[in-house]
C-alpha cells in the first residue's frame, strides 16, 4: 500500500472546539491517510456531537476519548490505548508541552496550531518547545510547529516566495484581515482567553537585527485587502515572526498586522481599563476569580459562531526583495468565505482556515512528503506539497506580481 493510502495509520487529535471541529472533519474527508481517527478532548460530550455530525455527513465513523491534556500520565494512557502515528494538538497552547513529552516519551509524531503560553505570564515565545528537539530526535520522532494559518500558512507562503519570486527578501508584512459579521456587539473567532492575551498584549516588530516594541494598537497602517477593500490595520506582535527571522535569508524587517472593527476595539479598552483582561487570581465573595476567565465564560464560545457568521476573510504575505539584482514585490493571499466554510464543516472561516492547514501539515508527516527527527516550524520544509494541498483541500491562493 502506497504511504499516501494507508488506512493501517492511526490518527489522534486532541481539543474539541471550533478548530478540533475543523480538523476532525477533513482528517475524515481523508480518510485513507489519517486511518482510525480519535477526537480527544476534556469535555467527551463535545468530541460526541462532532462524531455524530460527522457521521451523518460524511457517512464516517471516528471515535471519541475524553483526556486531561495537561497531564501527561493521562495522555501517556490514551496513547498507549490508541497507538497513534500522529497527535494533532489543537487544545489550548497551554498543552503544548505536556502534549510534547507524552509524544516523546511514546515515540508518535506531533503537530500543533500555536506556540506554548504559560497560563500565568501573557507571553508566548518558541524557546521551550524548540529547546525539545534533542528530545524528538533522541524518539526518531518530529514535532510540526504553527500548522494553523498565521502561524502556518504564512509561514508557508514566506517559504514558497523566497523558493520561486526571490533571491533575498528584504521586509514581510503579514496580513490579516477577517470582515466577518457574526451580529454580536462583542465576540471572539477563536478561543477568547487566547485572542484577548495576544490583542491586549504590547506591538513588536523585528527590524535590523532587533525587535521593537510598541504600545498596544500604537501603529495603525490602512491595507486594501482584495475582495475585501480597505481596513484600519494594527501591528501586533505574532508568533511565526520569530522563527521566520531565523530561517528567511536577508531578511531587514518583519511586522504584522491585523484588522479590528472599531466596536471589538472599543469593547476591548473598556473592558481592559475596568480589569476584565487581568490574568492573574483576584478574590470575589471569598472565591478566587480570574478576571479574564470569567470574561471568556460570559462571552459566545467561538464554535457557536459559524451560522451567524458572514463576510470573508483574506490572510497573506507581502514580500520585498530582490531576484536577479532587481527589486520585487510579492503578494501572496488566501480569500475564505465564512458562509462557505459553515456550509462544508459546520464552522466559521477562522476555525476553518486554522483547521484545514493542521489537517495538511499532518498529511505530509503521515505521507513521509515532510519527514525529519527533532522539532521544526513551518518554513523549514519543502514549500510545494503544502501549497499544492491548499488548492485541493478548500484554502486556494492567489500571487501578484509587481
Ligand atoms: P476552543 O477554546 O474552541 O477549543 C479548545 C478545546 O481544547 C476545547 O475543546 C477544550 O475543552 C480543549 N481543552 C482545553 N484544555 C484542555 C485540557 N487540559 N485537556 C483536554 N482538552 C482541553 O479553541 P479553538 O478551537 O478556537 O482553538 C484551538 C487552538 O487553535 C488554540 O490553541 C488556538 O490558539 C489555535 N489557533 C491557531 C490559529 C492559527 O492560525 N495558527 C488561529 C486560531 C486558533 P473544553 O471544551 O472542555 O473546554
Keep these: 500500500m502506497s504511504k499516501d493510502n494507508n488506512l493501517n495509520n492511526k490518527t489522534l487529535i486532541i ?9 476532525a472533519f477533513k482528517c475524515a474527508m481523508n480518510s485513507k491517510t489519517f486511518g482510525e481517527i480519535t477526537l480527544a478532548s476534556r469535555t467527551l460530550s463535545k468530541c460526541d456531537t462532532i462524531a455524530k455530525n460527522i457521521k451523518e455527513r460524511l ?20 496513547f498507549e490505548e490508541i497507538k497513534p502515528n500522529i497527535v494533532i494538538n489543537v487544545a489550548l497552547p497551554y498543552q503544548d508541552l505536556t502534549i510534547m513529552d507524552a509524544c516523546t516519551q511514546c515515540g508518535i509524531d506531533y503537530l500543533d496550531t500555536a506556540n506554548y503560553e504559560h497560563p500565568d505570564t501573557a507571553k508566548f515565545e518558541y524557546k521551550e518547545q524548540w529547546e525539545r528537539n534533542k528530545q524528538f530526535k533522541e524518539a526518531n520522532t518530529m514535532a510540526l510547529l504553527g500548522s494553523g494559518f498565521d502561524p502556518g500558512v504564512t509561514n508557508v507562503f514566506c517559504a514558497y516566495a523566497m523558493k520561486h519570486y526571490f533571491d533575498e527578501i528584504h521586509t514581510i508584512d503579514i496580513l490579516d484581515c477577517n470582515a466577518g459579521d457574526h451580529g454580536y456587539p462583542f465576540a471572539t473567532n477563536f478561543n477568547p482567553e487566547i485572542n484577548l492575551r495576544e490583542v491586549s498584549a504590547k506591538g513588536r516588530y523585528w527590524e535590523n537585527g532587533k525587535w521593537i516594541e510598541t504600545e498596544p494598537m500604537e501603529i495603525m497602517q490602512v491595507w486594501d485587502y482584495p475582495e475585501i477593500g480597505e481596513k484600519e490595520s494594527y501591528l501586533l ?22 484588522t479590528f472593527g472599531e466596536s471589538y476595539l472599543t469593547h476591548m479598552k473598556c473592558l481592559e481599563n475596568v480589569g476584565m483582561l487581568g490574568i492573574k487570581e483576584i478574590e470575589h465573595k471569598g472565591q478566587k476569580i480570574v478576571p479574564m476567565e470569567f470574561l471568556a465564560t460570559l462571552l459566545p464560545d467561538p464554535a457557536s459562531l459559524g451560522e451567524r457568521t458572514t463576510g470573508k476573510t483574506n490572510i497573506g504575505i507581502y514580500a520585498k526583495g530582490l531576484k536577479n539584482g532587481k527589486e520585487k514585490t510579492v503578494y501572496i493571499y488566501q480569500v475564505s468565505d465564512h458562509e462557505k466554510c459553515y456550509a462544508e464543516v459546520l464552522s466559521q472561516g477562522v476555525s476553518y482556515t486554522t483547521g484545514v ?15 525529519a527527527e527533532g522539532v521544526f516550524n513551518m518554513e523549514e520544509f519543502d514549500p510545494d506539497p503544502f501549497m499544492e494541498e491548499l488548492m485541493s483541500q478548500g484554502l486556494p491562493w492567489r500571487v501578484e506580481e509587481k
Excluded at 527571522?245 to 531578511?251: F, P, R, S
Excluded at 505530509?364 to 519527514?371: D, G
Design 15 to 23: 481539543g474539541a472546539g471550533g478548530v478540533g471541529n475543523v480538523v
Design 59 to 78: 457517512s464516517i465513523s471516528i471515535q471519541t476519548a475524553s483526556v486531561d491534556a495537561d497531564s501527561i500520565p493521562n495522555l501517556i494512557t490514551l
Design 237 to 258: 506582535y505574532h508568533e511565526e515572526m520569530e522563527s521566520l527571522i531565523k530561517h528567511i535569508k536577508g531578511l531587514k524587517r518583519i511586522r504584522f498586522f491585523m
Design 357 to 371: 492547514p493542521a489537517m495538511i501539515g499532518a498529511k505530509l508527516i503521515l505521507e513521509e512528503k515532510w519527514k
